[in-house]
Every structure is written in structure tokens, then in C-alpha cells.
């Protein structure tokens, strides 16, 4: 299994003789960025490794995979990896000694659960134990580090209250102890990250185990993980722990040149939507204040209302649609906003036929499309979010483009990702709904809250999809205009509607990126189109290594270019903005430094006249 998203722009961590005999020995495939040992009879460590490949493959990262219950584990495997995660395996001693081997000349090693006996010095680490089932509940991040950049944000409408030192600086996660065993350590120079503790304690508590560690181990690095991040809490990801995988794998990648696609056009580090579910009478009055609020910030493709087609649904006549109000679905369409479906009427499609849902959603498009005539309407939000993979297949089979209810509550995605047959745009907890009625908080609680869940998603460099109620909002409409000046002010987000993240994403997916070299001062990639369209705004981001020293510059097929400089958590990423790419063409970009030959630079110094 692999992934060709991101590319690792060189591996020197083995002599030169090994790297030459295995580049004879090897087939001219990609290198990948991280290699996934697991042993294939262990029920265990493939479910792990599974969750792990979920989560760099939904971050774009390159990865391969090696079963040692199968095949042997080498120098050729480990040669051309920049990253080796070591999945809950029971190592022997020849295994163990050949990652210590490894890392200790540079190579990067994450290691969970029972990986990490017979690597303790590797790891930094005095001692790893097996804790008693059902002995933790969650772990909380300590403290900030590398590793575990991005600003806090755990779910919890209200709280908890916690003093700033105990304050984490991602999300804390919820651990199964009765299926999987959690593994506790004792650091001995290793950085504590996280800690173990029951769902019952203080967050001012700080006695609790740790359970993820970061150790730079001579030339190279190492994370240990108590817990297993890559196992399933249920069906559909491995949640929370998605975070601290790609975290690691990140920190882990720093001692080398990598180079990715960007997420969002024109390098904006994140995409922001507003989307509103538009299904009652005070739509005549909170959809044109919303209107008015976008137009005053000069966004001429910006909110998507997602609006019911007719009356009538589980809260009766109250409900109303684009049949009861022509003139709100025609403002929306005016103003430059999307016009999306939220239900022929106000009901929820969980359990339903595949037949009843598809005649529906066929009576929701003859009710909708007209007010975008030519165009078919092309996203979906089910009423109360009550969607299921039936409604994901009517959607891809009628034509959708995007599905905007597989809440990030559930996912913890920030990104756009295809599932159930269509592409999904999370929206991000919580909506105005929890903050407002459930909960019944102030306006400055409910923008803080949003805020810095909007923190939380940008340090992921994702969507934050708003979810909001025109008839909810409304009296709170002064909390939007904050947050979009707060999120115009910072200058590197894409505002834009719904489907036009989606149909950038679909573009983005056509876009392959292959490095061909990496030197000292140079790296080079070649940046393909194998799509059907022109895509524009396409960015290359470069996070080189930590010691580089000197001014870096770029050429697209031999023309210079200006490099833009993002920071993202606490790496600074060159990144390059190719011109508009025709289908089927290709570019080779080149990123070059001055070669640097004294490191206190004394070549510089004017030579004295005698």
C-alpha cells in the first residue's frame, strides 16, 4: 500500500557503500516517507498499522508497509525511508538492534506499545510497562513540543476549568482499555508529552503516566507511544489519534528537505465556509442581514445556505423551504452564495430505502435546481445531520458533488476526504445550535469557543466548515462579523463557498508530485497534471532541514520565481506557487541555496593585501 502525496527529499542516514549497493539492488520506485512494520499475525499490530495508514494517507503522506511475520526486515527497507513506525510488535533482539543501528545515524523511528522493549535506549527511556486493563481512560498532552503543535480544543462546550501549565496543546484522547493493552513509560532523557489519566481526574492533576515520549537519539529521532494510535474506537477512523500520528511523523521528517502538495490554493495555509441550514420563516430577515455582512467584507463567492424544499417535515408547518420563500432562494443565488439541499422536506434520512431516498432527493432537485438553472444544485446536508451511507450513494448516483454532514464531532477530520461514494466536507463542531440553545452561553463564550476551534483547525492547515442556523444566529450576528474580520485580518485563508472546495479538491487530486533529486543545495520535483482541466493557484511547500542556513530560491522549468514563507506550528515551510498548470503538462521545479562550505562562513572575509 502506498501513498504519493508527499515525498521525502532524501534519505543520507546509511553509508555510502549500503546506500549504493541498495540503490543497484532496488527498483526505481518513489522512496517512501514512512515504512509501516507490523507482523500480519498479530490481530493486534495490523489493526494498528491499519489505523496509522488511515491516518497518513488521509494527510497525504507517503508510506509502505512491510508484514514481518512474511518478510524480513533489513538494511534495503529501511534505506529508503526517511520515517519507520514500528506498529505494537513483539521485536527480537536482531530487529531492535538493527532500528537502534539505524536511528543512531539518522534515521526516524515511531514505535507503539510493545515496540518499544529492547529499544528503552533509542527511545530515552528507563523502563516500559504493561498497565492493567482498564487502569487509564484518556490522555491528556502535558505541555508543548514539537511534536504536538496547535491550539487546544477537546470537545467540551463548557470547560473544563485548568490551570495554564495544564493547559494542552491539542486535543486530549479517549483510550479503549478493555479491548487494547496500554503501555506505560518511565523517560529517562526522553521529553514527556502526554499522560495517562482516569476519565475522572482533575486536569489539574499532574500524576498521571506518561504515555508519549520524544527522545532525539544521536543523528536521528524517536517517539514511543503507550497507547496503540492507530486502533479503531469504531467503523470509521481511528479519531483522535490521527493528530499525534501525523504530529510525530511531521517532527520526525524535520532532519530532511520535505516536500508536499498544498492543501489550498495560492498557499493559503487554510479554507474557511460558512454554511447555514435555512429551514424557518425568520429566514426573511436573518438570511439578508447574513447577505449584507458578507457584502460589507467585499466576499463575492462566499456562504453556502443549505435550504429545504418545501413545508412540512418532523416540526410540521414551522418548517418551511425555497417553495414557501422563492425570494430568499433567488437573494442567495444573487448575492453570489451557494444554494445547496437540505431535504425536500425537514426530515431526517437515517434507516431509509435506498428507493424512498432517492425519490427524495430527486424531488429536492426538481424543487432547488430552478433558482440555479443552468447549473444543478451540488451539495447535500441532511436534516439534523441524519445521513447515512444509503444517502451517500442515492447523492453520488443523482450527481452530487459534496456531502456536508459527517460532522467532525464524529471524524475529528479537518480536511475534505471521499467517503461513502462522495466527497465529504466535515462541518465543525460545535453549531450555534449547542452553543446558543442546548447551552445557552453568552455571545463572547460562543465566539471564543469558535475561535479557537478555528486555531485548532488552521494549525492542521483544514476546513473549518461554520455550522449555523439563520433563525439562530441572527440575534447574535455581531459574533460573525468578529469572526470574519478575525479570519480576514489574518491574510492566509481561502474564504470561499462549499463547492468550491470541493471542486478544487477534486482538482487537487489529479495533481502528482515525484522528487527527481535531492542534493545539499538543491532539491527538484516534477509537478504533473493528469486531470482534464487547467489548475490554477497549485502550491508546492517545502519545509527544509533545520540547520540550513542561507536564502533559498526557486525556477519553474528554468524561469525564477519569489517563495512565499508559512509557518506552520514551529517549522518555517518555503513554499512556491506554480502557474496555471493545463491538463496534461507538467513542470519541474528546482529549490536552491548557496552552498554553504565554512560554517562560520569565512570564505567571506576580503583576503589581506601583503
Same mark, same amino acid.
Given at each position: ?57 488521509? *494527510? ?19 534505506? $529508503? ?60 498532552? /502535558? ?17 473544563? !476549568? ?20 496500554? =503501555?506505560?513509560?518511565?523517560?529517562? #532523557? ?34 514511543? /507511544?503507550? *497507547?496503540?494510535?492507530?486502533? =479503531? ?10 493528530? #499525534? ?39 426573511? !430577515? ?41 425570494? $430568499? ?23 431509509? !430505502? ?29 436534516? =439534523? ?87 439562530? $444566529? ?36 489529479? $495533481? ?7 542534493? #545539499? ?90
Amino acid at each position: 500500500m502506498t501513498n504519493s502525496a508527499e515525498i521525502p527529499a532524501g534519505h543520507p542516514f546509511l553509508p555510502a557503500a549500503v546506500l549504493c549497493a541498495v540503490t543497484l539492488a532496488a527498483s526505481p520506485a518513489l522512496p517512501a516517507s514512512a515504512l509501516l512494520i507490523f507482523d500480519g499475525s498479530s490481530t493486534a499490530s495490523t489493526t494498528d498499522c491499519e489505523g496509522i495508514a488511515l491516518a497518513l494517507d488521509e *494527510a497525504g503522506i507517503v508510506f509502505s508497509d512491510l508484514d514481518i511475520a512474511t518478510n524480513d526486515l533489513g538494511v534495503p527497507e529501511l534505506a $529508503i525511508t526517511s520515517v519507520a513506525i514500528a506498529c505494537h510488535l513483539a521485536l527480537d533482539n536482531n530487529q531492535a538492534q538493527l532500528l537502534d543501528d539505524w536511528v543512531a545515524i539518522g534515521g526516524n523511528l515511531l514505535a507503539t506499545g510493545q515496540s518499544g522493549y529492547g529499544l528503552e535506549s533509542t527511545l530515552g527511556l528507563d523502563s516500559i510497562a504493561q498497565m492493567a486493563p482498564g487502569s487509564v481512560g484518556e490522555v491528556r498532552f /502535558s505541555q508543548q513540543h514539537p511534536v504536538t503543535t496547535g491550539s487546544w480544543w477537546d470537545g467540551t462546550i463548557t470547560g473544563p !476549568t485548568m490551570p495554564e501549565s495544564e493547559r494542552p496543546s491539542i486535543m486530549r484522547h479517549w483510550y479503549f482499555t478493555d479491548i487494547w493493552p496500554g =503501555y506505560t513509560a518511565i523517560p529517562g #532523557p526522553a521529553t514527556t508529552l502526554a499522560r495517562w489519566y482516569k476519565q475522572a481526574d482533575e486536569w489539574g492533576d499532574s500524576s498521571g503516566a506518561p504515555a508519549l515520549v520524544a527522545h532525539v537519539h544521536e543523528q536521528g529521532r524517536a517517539v514511543y /507511544s503507550g *497507547a496503540l494510535p492507530g486502533t =479503531y474506537s469504531d467503523w470509521d477512523w481511528p479519531r483522535a489519534w490521527r493528530t #499525534p500520528i501525523v504530529s510525530a511523523v511531521e517532527w520526525l521528517s524535520w532532519q530532511e528537505p520535505l516536500v508536499s502538495l498544498g492543501y489550498w490554493p495560492e498557499a493559503h495555509r487554510g479554507a474557511f465556509t460558512w454554511t447555514g441550514d435555512t429551514e424557518m420563516p425568520a429566514m426573511e !430577515t436573518a438570511v439578508p442581514a447574513l447577505l449584507d455582512i458578507f457584502a460589507h467584507y467585499g466576499l463575492e463567492r462566499f456562504g453556502t445556505f443549505y435550504m429545504v424544499g418545501q413545508k412540512d417535515g418532523d416540526g410540521g408547518s414551522g418548517m418551511v423551504g425555497a417553495v414557501e420563500y422563492p425570494h $430568499i432562494a433567488e437573494a442567495i443565488v444573487n448575492a453570489g452564495s451557494e444554494l445547496g439541499g437540505h431535504g425536500d422536506i425537514h426530515t431526517s434520512f437515517t434507516g431509509q !430505502t435506498y428507493a424512498t431516498q432517492h425519490e427524495r432527493l430527486e424531488n429536492m432537485q426538481t424543487l432547488l435546481d430552478p433558482f440555479v438553472a443552468p447549473e444543478a444544485i451540488s451539495g447535500f446536508r441532511a436534516p =439534523y445531520l441524519s445521513q447515512d451511507t444509503t444517502t451517500w450513494q442515492v447523492l453520488a448516483d443523482l450527481g452530487f458533488g459534496h456531502d456536508a454532514g459527517e460532522a467532525d464531532v464524529w471524524t475529528q477530520t479537518t480536511l475534505p476526504h471521499p467517503l461513502g461514494g462522495i466527497l465529504q466536507l466535515p462541518p465543525t463542531m460545535p453549531m450555534d445550535w449547542h452553543l446558543f440553545e442546548l447551552y445557552d452561553l453568552p455571545a463572547s463564550t460562543a465566539q471564543a469557543i469558535w475561535l479557537d476551534k478555528l486555531d485548532y483547525v488552521m494549525s492542521r492547515r483544514g476546513l473549518f466548515s461554520w455550522l449555523h442556523h439563520p433563525w439562530i $444566529i441572527e440575534p447574535h450576528l455581531d459574533v460573525v462579523d468578529q469572526v470574519l474580520a478575525e479570519v480576514i485580518e489574518r491574510g492566509d485563508i481561502w474564504l470561499t463557498r462549499q463547492d468550491d472546495v470541493a471542486a478544487w479538491w477534486q482538482q487537487r487530486e489529479m $495533481i502528482v508530485v515525484e522528487k527527481n533529486a535531492s542534493e #545539499p543545495n538543491r532539491i527538484s520535483v516534477q509537478v504533473q497534471n493528469s486531470g482534464s482541466s487547467t489548475v490554477s493557484g497549485i502550491s508546492i511547500w517545502i519545509l527544509v532541514p533545520e540547520n540550513s542556513a542561507g536564502s533559498w530560491s526557486a525556477r519553474v522549468d528554468e524561469a525564477p520565481m519569489d517563495l512565499i514563507e508559512r509557518q506552520h506550528g514551529d517549522a518555517l515551510f518555503r513554499v512556491a506557487v506554480l502557474p496555471p498548470l493545463p491538463a496534461g503538462a507538467s513542470v519541474e521545479l528546482d529549490l536552491l541555496t548557496e552552498p554553504q562550505i565554512f560554517r562560520d562562513r569565512f570564505e567571506q572575509i576580503a583576503p589581506t593585501a601583503f
